[in-house]
Structures are given as structure tokens and as C-alpha cells.
């Protein structure tokens, strides 16, 4: 295993992978049974203040800032392919002023709980959201 840094968020463990989040900002999958590497994102996420990581139905959330666009990018909400760690979609909130905190994600219902700078959000995962 290679040593990408501090981490800045908790771990997550779903469906046989370990997500992490490294200090140079890819996020990570490992095979939680051997240790190998299964993917790891080319692209950079910048993880917000109190930013997590959460997991449904074969997808990985997570709130950061896009580092590819880092000066002109309010931090998003990032939806993740689980087995490839390719990008799905992302979302900067209702009035697009960028996301703030963590998520919350309810399990049983498929709901996620998300919030921007001006309001709280409730997405319904079991559905396809209209995000780019």
C-alpha cells in the first residue's frame, strides 16, 4: 500500500472496500479483505470543514471542493461510481452557492441530507437526480 498523507476525513467501510480520502486529495478504494488498491480518483477533491463520506447503493458521496476548478469552484456535492471510482455527478446546491459541512445518508430510506449556504436539503438517492 502506497502512503498518500494524513487523510482528512474518517474511513468508510461498505460492500467489501475500504473509501478513504488521502492527503493529497484522491479518494481511495481498497479491497477491505486484502489491502489492495482497487481504484483511486485522478481528479482532486479539496474535503470541506466537517466534509464526510457516505455510500448507497453502489455510489460513494462526498462534499469537497473541485480542485480542478479550485478558484472559481464553490465546494460541491460529488457523487462517485463505487466500483470505479469515476465521477457520476455533482451538485453546488439549491442556490448554487456551494455545499456546506457533512452529509448525512439514511440507509434505510436511500434519503440524503445536505445542506448550502442558505438552505437544508433532503435528496432522494432511489431516484436520478438532475445534476450535472
Given at each position: ?60 458521496y ?11 469552484s ?45 438552505r ?13
Amino acid at each position: 500500500m502506497v502512503q498518500e498523507g494524513f487523510a482528512r476525513m474518517a474511513n468508510l467501510y461498505a460492500d467489501g472496500k475500504l473509501f478513504s480520502h488521502s492527503g493529497s486529495g484522491s479518494v481511495i478504494a481498497y479491497d477491505a479483505n486484502t489491502g489492495a488498491e482497487l481504484w483511486k480518483t485522478n481528479r482532486e477533491y479539496d474535503i470541506i470543514e466537517k466534509g464526510n463520506i457516505g455510500y448507497y447503493n453502489g455510489k460513494v458521496y462526498l462534499n469537497a471542493n473541485d480542485k480542478l476548478n479550485y478558484q472559481y469552484s464553490p465546494n460541491y456535492l460529488f457523487c462517485l461510481d463505487a466500483n470505479s471510482g469515476s465521477l457520476i455527478w455533482k451538485d453546488s446546491g439549491v442556490v448554487q452557492s456551494g455545499m456546506k459541512g457533512g452529509i448525512y445518508l439514511d440507509q434505510a430510506t436511500g434519503l440524503l441530507y445536505a445542506q448550502d449556504s442558505y438552505r437544508v436539503m433532503c435528496i432522494d438517492l432511489n431516484k436520478t437526480p438532475r445534476f450535472k
